[in-house]
């Protein structure tokens, strides 16, 4: 199971700490992704991260803003947004890859490759 939490209303510029909080004890394992959805719009990747931290594909709208990282031990992912523009408004999820450790930089940006979503959390960002 995955929560996500920390979104809210920010002005333009504003910075967000988005986390993903998991159970389950072998989450470790697994690379956790990042997507959004805003209204009348696809789901998008925006960034992930591999099981052991090593590798961080960006979506390139957010590269150089957001910032994805983890913390094993307490079972949970974080997504730092900074210098937020009206554009990134959307309801943010975080989601858990559908297989252990290795994931292609391909597979960490399709959607398809993860299995467990949680509820997302709504980011919104004022002009």
């Known amino acids: 199971q995955l929560v996500e939490s920390g979104g809210g209303l920010v002005q333009t510029g504003g910075s967000l700490r988005l986390s993903c909080a998991a159970s389950?004890?072998?989450?470790?394992?697994?690379?956790v992704g990042w997507f959004r959805q805003a209204p009348g719009k696809e789901r998008e990747f925006v960034a992930a991260?591999?099981?052991?931290?090593?590798?961080?594909p960006y979506a390139d709208s957010v590269k150089g803003r957001f910032t994805i990282s983890r913390d094993n031990a307490k079972n949970t992912v974080y997504l730092q947004l900074n210098s937020l523009k009206p554009e990134d408004t959307a309801l943010y999820f975080c989601?858990?890859?559908?297989?252990?450790?290795?994931?292609?930089?391909?597979?960490?940006?399709?959607?398809?490759?993860?299995?467990?979503w949680g509820q997302g959390t709504q980011v919104t960002v004022s002009s």
């Open positions: 389950g004890r072998t989450f470790s394992t697994y690379a």
């Open positions: 991260i591999t099981w052991s931290g090593g590798s961080t």
């Open positions: 989601a858990k890859a559908r297989s252990q450790y290795g994931r292609t930089w391909p597979q960490l940006q399709d959607f398809g490759e993860y299995d467990s």
